[in-house]
């Protein structure tokens, strides 16, 4: 059975999924050195914003097939450390959106009405009514940087409080942000014109000090800034001192450059700041959405299906792969087969998306051709996440190419691999939606579903040549479970595509190749 390791508090939601497949151990508060020690006894990893998973850890996962960020931000994991592994890293990319977004709207509040520090004096026996004086949000103008999913939900709110809203997202297009009612103005515009300043923004090494002394100084003097995205965005020593100076009005800060938030002049500052331990994910809600989210895509890749929210799959978000996952397998099918027809060491792969398969996305669909192509080497240290890189190593060139006016399918896949040995092609469609069948070998048309065990032979079209094959088997004791022959003119060349019950004993296939009319002969296990 496999083994997952939780290392941060998780809903029981989530154990109880992983349970279904796993042993789970839950060991949260382990030090580097004391996960590093045990992570190689594990296939999974889950965890929250508490432990970071560095390069080190993940050299020592030497089993790890899997790690799961029980959130949005994966920052706390050495995502490139971990696609070198084949490691694939998943998140919840909307299970606490709101419960951040609320958490963002609370801060802002909570800073107008001043609502923990007068909550504090009443809770000391004090009744004081003059130092607690607020601010309304109503007609006020909120700018809110990142317009993403929680910046968008943070803005429908603000809208129904009645504030003017302004965004900078250099990402997102002028009609999106129209939509939902935001004008996107440039970051100086928005930091000189915005009462309350709100971050929804990833960090990254653009984003890191976005808002430091100099963008700080634009801000009006009645002005507070909210941070519920991530610690570093702001330079926490400049805000701290534009709040002492009165530069700027107050701040609201979940998260911190450090955390925990150690030694810093921020906790120092009165009224004016608010300061929550990375709260913004908390609430009940929220906590079950990521652990179901996350849990049921780590059982998911421990069962080798593939994962709907992973961050290191190109192209592969949610919905591509609703709509492509039963291409995918097609793909990997018939990248399988193709590697194997042609032997030796594939140069070139040649991936076509026809008919209707011709509009959609191709990048996922050339990940799993090349998993499938080079699952003989590499068996399960290919996947989905190291597939492009380990083609890249192996010097394989990939080629794209699409024709919508291929009509015989809905939608079908070619594949055309060249190596040292020559060249060889296989075309697939899926039929009644998900059941592979190959619809050409070597460029004969042929109507076969693949099986685990199959022979292939390209031979001359004339009387008796099946027979004589089918003698041949039969006196090996290969059973033939199925046959079927494509040729394009009578008595020219074909192919015949044997689907038989067992591996093909050692040394028959040259046996094959002895009949007369028979020209090649493969054998492949998919
Ligand atoms: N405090 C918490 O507990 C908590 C909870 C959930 C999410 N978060 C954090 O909130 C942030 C936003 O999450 P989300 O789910 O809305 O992400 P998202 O990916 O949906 O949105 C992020 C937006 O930021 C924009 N962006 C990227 N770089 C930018 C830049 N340099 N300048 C301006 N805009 C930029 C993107 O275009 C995108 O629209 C993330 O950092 C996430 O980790 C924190
Ligand atoms: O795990 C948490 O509580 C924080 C999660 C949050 O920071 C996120 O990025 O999703």
Redesign the pocket.
Known sequence: MSKVLVSDPIDQAGIDILSQVATVDVKTGLKSAELIEIIGDYDALMIR?GTRVTEEIIEAGTQLKIIGRA???V?NVDVPAATRKGIVVVNS??G??I??AE?ALAMMLSLSRHIPDANASVKRGEWDRKTFVGAEVYKKTIGI????????HVAAVAKAMGMKLLA?????SNERAEQIGCQLVD?DLLMQQADYIT??????P??TH?INAKTLAKMKPTARIIN???GGIIDEAALAAAIKEGKIAGAAL??FESEPLGESDLRSLGKEAILTP?????TTEAQVNVAIDVAEQIRDVLLGLPARSAVNIPGLGPDVLEELKPYMQLAETLGNLVGQLAGGRVETLTVRLQGELATNKSQPLVVASLKGLLHQALRERVNYVNANIEAKERGIRVIETRDASVRDYAGSLRLEATGTLGTHSVTGALLGEKEIHLTDVDGFPINVPPSKHMVFTLHRDMPGIIGKLGSLLGSFNVNIASMQVGRKIVRGDAVMALSIDDPLPDGILAEITKVQGIRDAYTVTL
């Open positions: 914003s959130g949005v931000g920052d990319p909307e606490n959106t419960a951040a958490h940087v990142g317009l993403g999913k929680i910046g968008s900078y997202d250099p990402f997102i970051l971050l929804h923004i990833p960090k990254t653009e984003t976005l519920c995205a991530r979940d998260v990375h709260l913004g994910a908390s």
